[in-house]
């Protein structure tokens, strides 16, 4: 480990544009359960990034089902599987998309982070390095408690955690955010939790108020409530037309509510030693 991560400063000394001078911001989009509409909060949040400037890549790192390119309605030629087993490049697989965002296509048959040999680890991290052009990176990680998931969320800057009003999503939030909990020191430097599919502010707000309470007395771990996302028929409609509902009904609650959840990122402060620099090598880490 020691070899690899000298290898990996003696990388980010050899750039042109330092690591260290990025300030890019790594955001983990995560939920207890499939079903929650995780990968619809972390795409459309991508986008609404990128509208307002930003330089946006969506990495898809749901591995069982990956699905960003489903709901962007792109068919991708390559993915993440090439990258790591070195039959492509990154820029050879990242994706433009009509949205103003890059993409980065999961595999179902991309083996865990934590399963890769240390040479395509080390490849894999020395590829991501490539991503420093990006202000921001959000990161669609798999549903539910994986060694995969545990990874990205440890090496992120901010952590959001995706549930519903519904008992079972809540039960299952908090079941992730004890496991994150229990496996990751200084979490509460970025843990956020978002309520889709409400019906209304009273009913994010109670949904939050618990989370963020049992795990407050259970866990001692501090959620940020980061807001929450209406129920809205136009995100239904902008799934079967495999469009982002961002883009389909902006004005529509849904969009708006994501517009805000952007707003409230962008007032947390940087924080040093953190971004792309940072995810690197916390990501090599935990091999």
């Known amino acids: 480990m020691a070899d690899q991560a000298e290898s990996l400063r003696e990388l980010m000394r050899g750039r042109m544009v330092p690591l260290s001078q990025s300030r890019t911001r790594i955001i983990a989009v995560t939920s207890g359960k499939g079903g929650v509409g995780k ?20 990495m898809d790192a749901d591995l069982g089902l990956a699905n960003v390119n489903v709901v962007l309605g792109i068919i991708p030629k390559y993915n993440l599987y090439h990258l790591i087993r070195r039959q492509k490049t990154l820029e050879e697989i990242i994706v433009d998309t009509p949205y103003g965002i890059k993409i980065i296509a999961g595999a179902s048959g991309f083996a865990k982070i934590a399963n890769l040999s240390d040479d395509e680890r080390e490849h894999f991290i020395e590829e991501l390095v490539g991503l420093s052009f990006a202000d921001v990176i959000i990161i669609d990680t798999s549903a539910g408690v994986t060694q995969n998931v545990i990874s990205f969320v440890a090496a992120a800057d901010d952590v959001v955690v995706v549930t519903t009003p519904e008992p079972t999503a ?15 020191e200084n979490i509460n430097m970025g843990l956020k939790l978002v309520v889709n599919r409400v019906k209304s502010v009273a009913e994010g707000r109670r949904v939050a108020e618990r989370v963020t ?5 259970f866990l001692n771990v501090k959620i940020d409530y980061l807001g929450f996302v209406y129920e809205d028929g136009s995100v239904q409609d902008a799934v079967l037309k495999q469009r982002p509902f961002i883009v389909l009904d902006p004005r529509g609650k849904a969009s708006i509510c994501v517009k805000h959840l952007v707003s409230r990122l962008e007032k947390v402060e940087y924080r040093e030693g953190k971004g792309l620099g940072g995810f690197l090598r916390n990501l090599l880490g935990r091999g």
Request: charged share 10%; aromatic share 4%; hydrophobic share 50%.
């Open 39 to 58: 990968t619809n909060v972390a795409t459309n949040l991508a986008i609404a990034y990128a509208q307002l400037g930003k330089k946006v890549v969506l």
């Open 170 to 184: 809540i039960t299952d939030a908090y079941g992730i955010i004890k496991i994150i909990a229990t496996e990751i």
């Open 213 to 217: 309470t049992i795990a407050g007395q």
